[in-house]
């Protein structure tokens, strides 16, 4: 209870500061992950149209993923993006690309064939096979893979501190540093907060996108 009452004695000492560091942290996770959508969700659809591409992209977005986070900043650090936003977004841009790209493959290859087959019979190009056929019925997957990056972007962009590109990392480390529990939860709860709220804030977009005829099917 001490410990919550000295972390809100530090925001009604400090409140532009914690604004600050939360919206430095909505940003870090933000920007990387609506570049990844439009990066992973077009190579995805290209990828189950060609067996080549698909395999080049899963295995380069598999290998991306094992990288471990400290390791990827240094790597973005060694390459010149120098200090900063601009390597903790290029780190957690290539962290959100996989789960987006399994998914949107995932989702249009499990539309089940008899129905592609029945709109190609009714004359449908492909491109008005995949926008009113196969994105429809795949948009759940998709979004989940979405949630799923945003999710882990939220908590790996606690690690950018390191890298000078703030957020609520910078709570944690000094709280870590200091050994002050209150700065801890400065840190910790905003972005548990904030993980929750994107799931649930991303499933409402998603309840919304899907056509009304396959709400209920989706529930």
Same mark, same amino acid.
């Given at each position: 209870m001490q410990v919550l009452q000295k972390s809100l004695a530090y925001i009604a000492d400090n409140p532009a500061q914690f604004i600050g560091t939360i919206q430095e942290h909505l940003l870090l996770v933000l920007v990387p992950v609506a570049m990844a959508i439009v990066v992973a969700v077009p190579l995805g659809i290209l990828a189950t149209r060609y067996?080549?591409?698909?395999?080049?992209?899963?295995?380069?977005?598999?290998?991306?993923?094992?990288?471990?986070?400290l390791a990827m900043l240094a790597i973005m650090i060694i390459v010149g993006l120098g200090l900063g936003n601009r390597p903790a977004m290029t780190a957690l841009f290539l962290y959100s690309l996989l789960p987006i790209l399994r998914n949107t493959l995932i989702g249009i290859k499990n539309v089940d064939s008899f129905l592609k087959e029945a709109a190609t019979g009714m004359? $449908?190009? =492909?491109?008005? @096979? %995949?926008?009113? +056929?196969?994105?429809?019925?795949?948009?759940s997957v998709i979004m989940a893979g979405i949630r799923t990056a945003t999710v882990i972007c939220i908590g790996t962009a606690t690690?950018?501190?390191?890298?000078?590109?703030?957020?609520?990392?910078?709570?944690?480390?000094?709280?870590?540093?200091? $050994?002050? =529990?209150?700065? @801890? %939860?400065?840190? +910790?709860?905003?972005?548990?907060?904030?993980?929750?709220?994107?799931?649930?804030?991303?499933?409402?977009?998603?309840?919304?996108l899907i056509p009304r005829g396959l709400r209920v099917r989706n529930k």
């Open positions: 067996r080549w591409l698909e395999r080049v992209a899963v295995t380069i977005t598999n290998i991306v993923q094992t990288i471990p986070s004359g $449908m190009t =492909n491109l008005q @096979l %995949l926008r009113m +056929v196969e994105l429809p019925l795949a948009l690690l950018a501190v390191y890298i000078g590109a703030g957020g609520v990392g910078t709570y944690i480390v000094r709280g870590l540093q200091l $050994m002050q =529990n209150h700065l @801890l %939860l400065l840190g +910790v709860v905003p972005a548990a907060i904030m993980a929750l709220l994107a799931d649930y804030l991303l499933g409402k977009v998603e309840y919304l």
